[in-house]
C-alpha cells in the first residue's frame, strides 16, 4: 500500500531552524513536493525534489533521498507566519499525488 | 505561478439542495483536475480526477451519483453536490496540472460548505 509518515505536531521558537521530516511509501516514484496549508485555506506549493539532494529556496530548504523513501524540510529563521502545516506528498508511478495528514508546525515568540 | 480560481469561497446550503462548485484555470489549459475534500484537521481526500472531455474517475467509497463533475473544456471543471445533507460539510479544494507529468499541482483556493 502507499503510506505516508510525518510526525502531527512540532513546536518550535521564531529565528530558530526546524527540520520535518517525511517517509513514504509509494507505487512507483515520480517526485516529491512539500506544500504549506494555513488553517483553512489551500496548500500552496514550496518545493519539488525527484533526483536526491538538497534544494534550497531561500529560508525553505527540502531534501531527498530516494533509496531511503525520505525526505525533509528545513525551515530556517523561523518566523510568526510560518506556523501552518506543512504537508509531504510523493507522487506515484500514475502521477498521482499521495497526501498525508501534515505536520502542524506552532511558532512561539 | 499558474493561477487556479475556485468558486465560491464559502457556501452555506439547506440540506437536500445542491451546490455547483467551480473551478477555473486562468492562465494555462489544465488537461487533468483533481477535487479533493479535507475535514478538519485530517489530510486532503482525493476525491475523483477528471479529465477534459472524458467522464471522471472517482476514488473508492465516493459517490458518483452524488458529486457529479464536469470538465467540458481545458479551463473548467465543476464539482456538483446533488441533495447535499450536514454530513456533506467540509472544505473542498480543486487543483490543476497543465500537463501530466512532474509539474506542480495549482490549487484553487478552497470552498467551505456548510449544509444545515
Known amino acids: 500500500g502507499q503510506n505516508i509518515d510525518q510526525p502531527t505536531e512540532m513546536t518550535a521558537t521564531e529565528g530558530a531552524i526546524v527540520q520535518i521530516n517525511c517517509t513514504y511509501q509509494?507505487?512507483?516514484?515520480?517526485?516529491l513536493f512539500w506544500y504549506q496549508q494555513h488553517a483553512g485555506e489551500a496548500p500552496t506549493f514550496l518545493s519539488y525534489?525527484?533526483l536526491d539532494g538538497l534544494e534550497e529556496k531561500g529560508r525553505f530548504s527540502s531534501f531527498l533521498s530516494r533509496s531511503k523513501g525520505y525526505s525533509y524540510l528545513l525551515l530556517k529563521e523561523l518566523q510568526m507566519k510560518d506556523s501552518a502545516s506543512y504537508l509531504c506528498?510523493?507522487?506515484?508511478?500514475?502521477?498521482?499525488?499521495?497526501w498525508g495528514a501534515g505536520t502542524k508546525l506552532i511558532i512561539k515568540p | 505561478g499558474a493561477v487556479v480560481s475556485q468558486h465560491p469561497s464559502w457556501v452555506i446550503c439547506k440540506s437536500g439542495t445542491s451546490v455547483k462548485i467551480e473551478c477555473r484555470s486562468l492562465?494555462?489549459?489544465?488537461?487533468?483536475m483533481f477535487w479533493y475534500r479535507q475535514f478538519p484537521k485530517q489530510s486532503l481526500m482525493l476525491m475523483a480526477t477528471?479529465?477534459?472531455?472524458?467522464?471522471?474517475?472517482?476514488e473508492q467509497g465516493v459517490e458518483k451519483d452524488k458529486f457529479l463533475i464536469n470538465h467540458a473544456s481545458l479551463t473548467l471543471s465543476t464539482l456538483t453536490v446533488t441533495s447535499a445533507h450536514p454530513e456533506d460539510s467540509s472544505f473542498y479544494i480543486c487543483?490543476?496540472?497543465?500537463?501530466?507529468?512532474?509539474?506542480?499541482?495549482?490549487f484553487g483556493q478552497g470552498t467551505r460548505l456548510t449544509v444545515v
Open positions: 487543483s490543476a496540472r497543465p500537463e501530466r507529468g512532474d509539474t506542480e499541482a495549482f
Open positions: 492562465d494555462f489549459q489544465a488537461t487533468t
Open positions: 477528471s479529465n477534459e472531455g472524458s467522464k471522471a474517475t472517482y
Open positions: 509509494t507505487s512507483g516514484f515520480n517526485g
Open positions: 525534489n525527484v
Open positions: 506528498a510523493p507522487m506515484d508511478s500514475n502521477y498521482q499525488l499521495i
